[in-house]
């Protein structure tokens, strides 16, 4: 399976301000993905990250909010903006497309906390 | 909607005992299903997946598919402690560049 990198691991920010999480996988992957998992809930895509294309966002989500970037099969980019404690969250990259069956694995996570 | 729906227990096993967790899932066009095991402040592990009917076993995981009745289980033999997780199944609805649908989870406490 792929390794999959994130940074920052965690973090504390002001109200107001945004966050780019940065996601690095060791080889070329199909798709990248985006997910926050609030505590005690499971998971919530938030949006499909598309090289060489805009995101595709899921229902409750928006760019002006959550920018992706994708510049290439390796890398992508999640920025949190104008952050409010309710963005307080895990934010999760995953990725797809190097296996048979389409399987996803998961980076470690970013630990996001808004005050 | 696609939905996927699984019992948020806790679920609690003695160790040594069979641990069985449930999914079931709306759409009937789907065609992989996955399971992943998330400790508690971790992500989510991928530790099985299965395409078609029947049982697929790995180890101490047996995962089992019934897509008439649109159901998918994990079966953990000689629970252990080390087993106490939450288990989320996951559903892929088509081939293709489309991310998995995932329920809500399950939590196994394995009691030692």
């Known amino acids: 399976s792929a390794v999959i990198s994130q940074k920052p691991s965690r973090d504390i920010c002001q109200r107001g301000t945004s966050l780019t999480i940065q996601c690095q996988v060791d080889?070329?992957?199909?798709?990248m993905f985006w997910y926050r998992q609030q505590p005690g809930q499971s998971l919530t895509l938030i949006a499909t990250?598309?090289?060489?294309?805009?995101?595709?966002?899921e229902s409750g989500f928006v760019i002006d909010k959550f920018p992706i970037s994708r510049p290439n099969l390796t890398f992508s980019t999640l920025t949190v903006s104008n952050m409010s404690p309710e963005d307080s969250s895990i934010y999760l990259c995953?990725?797809?497309?190097?296996?048979?069956?389409?399987?996803?694995?998961f980076g470690p996570g970013t630990r996001l906390t808004v005050t | 909607q696609k939905e996927v729906e699984q019992n948020s227990g806790p679920l609690s096993v003695p160790e040594g005992a069979i641990a069985s967790l449930n999914c079931t899932y709306s759409?009937?066009?789907?065609?992989?299903f996955f399971w992943y095991r998330q400790y508690s402040g971790k992500s989510p592990e991928l530790i099985m997946f299965?395409?078609?009917?029947g049982d697929k076993e790995d180890g101490r995981f047996t995962a089992q598919l019934n897509k008439a009745s649109q159901y998918v289980s994990l079966l953990i033999r000689d629970s252990q402690p080390s087993d106490s997780a939450t288990y989320l199944c996951?559903?892929?609805?088509?081939?293709?560049?489309?991310?998995?649908?995932f329920g809500k989870g399950t939590r196994l406490s394995v009691i030692a």
């Open positions: 080889s070329q992957v199909t798709m």
């Open positions: 759409d009937r066009g789907s065609q992989s």
């Open positions: 995953s990725v797809s497309g190097g296996g048979a069956f389409d399987e996803q694995y």
């Open positions: 996951a559903v892929k609805a088509r081939s293709g560049n489309t991310p998995l649908v």
């Open positions: 299965i395409y078609s009917n």
């Open positions: 990250a598309n090289q060489g294309s805009e995101a595709t966002y």
